[in-house]
């Protein structure tokens, strides 16, 4: 059914429509909406059976997913910034253990100081966690990937993060296809777990596990991980097939085929990166996009055959690995090992800043013509910076950067004199 929806009420009927029978819930900007249209739905009986949990921390949130998967039952989750790091030790048990659970991953930047806007940097800090992650561009996509990850959870026996761009798609009114739930009854078959909590076969799972397994425990996870580099473009395809529309997969090239640059990118970011490639590919420039859709597993030989014709490849990433630089960015120079291939990274839309066609066009054209530095932070404010720099030098108590430069923007009270 085609609706005029807001992007969490969208995933949050879609979820439904995937028959989770506990969905465990704690509030935090900007995945709220989902949990609470989820609520609403159970409340009024539209899904059953399923029991909603509200609980105190989002560590218990994914404690009590972790306990209501490992007894058997299809559970599911959101969150986002300072509540996915609030639930990391628990993250690492989810995936150690093998528990094929849901979540989606509002993203927000975290703190401090305190942001509530988007960027990817509180995904991109679990990569290593053992949860695979999908990254989604549309609303659309949103809806149909979240499909996909309770079929590939379930097959693979391990967790999935469906990563939406937190207030650019949550908040965002858009109009969308929902599923019939005939539809996706047809598509995702009952939950039969790997493995199960049962009285009457008794299981330890999550014991201690000394020197002489731990490696090949974490091996096993490795493995896992790496068989469904397999079967995420085989349940994509399934999906396709189904619903008769594409949606999700490993990657997704646009105008990449005679391409001499090549914009990587993942999230909301890479409609309006297509937008300025056709506009530049209209000048006759020779330009095109790789949109990454699953950067956990990376798809390491995928990147490769993607990219290896590029003269050059610019990596458009909404986080900052602090002390380096671009953290999608390391992953790709790894994928091109041995190439000639000048891989440069662009840090753009921290904190939700935003990333706007001028600016990219800017950034695509120096980069097409090889003026652009090994790492380039889009729309930085130098004058901001400096001041704050000269400040530093100018007083040991110089006080905290983000409230200094506030008042220099005059968006906090004056200085006090």
């Known amino acids: 059914m085609l609706e005029q929806i807001e992007g969490s009420q969208a995933v949050a009927k879609t979820v439904a429509r995937c028959r989770p029978e506990v969905i465990c819930a704690y509030p935090i900007s900007p995945q709220t909406h989902i949990v609470e249209g989820l609520s609403r739905i159970v409340k009024a009986g539209e899904l059953a059976p399923c029991e909603f949990v509200n609980v105190e921390s989002e560590f218990a949130a994914m404690s009590v997913a972790i306990g209501a998967s490992a007894t058997g039952a ?26 094929p659970i849901v979540m989606t991953v509002a993203n927000r930047a975290i703190g401090a100081p305190i942001n509530i806007w988007n960027d990817h940097s509180d995904s991109m800090s679990q990569r290593d966690s053992g949860w695979i ?54 598509f995702l078959a009952p939950f039969e777990p790997r493995q199960v909590l049962d009285p009457a076969a008794p299981v330890t799972i999550g014991a201690m596990v000394g020197p002489e397994a731990y490696t090949e425990v974490r091996y096993l996870a490795h493995y896992k991980q790496m068989q469904a580099l397999d079967r995420i473009p085989e349940v994509a395809g399934a999906f396709e097939q189904a619903f008769q529309r594409p949606a999700g997969g490993l990657l997704r090239e646009y105008r990449t085929g005679d391409a001499q640059t090549i914009i990587v990118a993942l999230g909301s970011v890479l409609g309006t990166i297509e937008d300025v490639v056709d506009e530049l590919r209209e000048q006759g420039v020779r330009i095109g996009a ?17 990219l290896q014709h590029a003269s050059r490849v610019v990596v458009l990433e909404k986080a900052l690995s602090i002390g380096i630089g671009g953290i999608v960015a390391q992953n790709v120079h790894g994928a091109l090992e041995g190439l000639p291939v000048t891989v440069r990274t662009a840090i753009a839309g921290l904190g939700g800043r935003p990333i706007t066609k001028r600016s990219l066009r800017r950034l695509f054209t120096e980069a097409h013509s090889d003026q652009l530095h090994e790492l380039t932070f889009v729309d930085l404010d130098h004058s901001l ?16 950067h983000a409230e200094n430069m506030l008042r220099e923007l005059g968006i906090v009270g004056a200085r006090p004199v």
């Open 385 to 400: 910076v400096d001041g704050e720099l000269a400040r530093m030098v100018a007083s040991r108590r110089s006080g905290p």
């Open 133 to 186: 992650q999908l990254y989604v561009e549309s609303n659309q996509e949103a809806v149909d990937v979240h499909i996909q990850a309770f079929r590939l959870a379930e097959e693979l026996s391990l967790p999935v993060m469906v990563c939406m761009d937190g207030f650019v798609l949550t908040h965002a009114m858009e109009r969308v296809e929902i599923p019939e739930q005939e539809q996706v009854d047809g």
């Open 290 to 306: 790789l949109g990454i859709k699953t950067f956990r597993p990376w798809p390491r030989e995928e990147v490769r055959r993607a």
């Open 74 to 99: 299809r559970a599911y989750t959101a969150t986002a910034s300072q509540g996915l790091l609030y639930m990391t030790e628990a993250l690492y048990n989810a995936s150690g253990l093998g528990l």
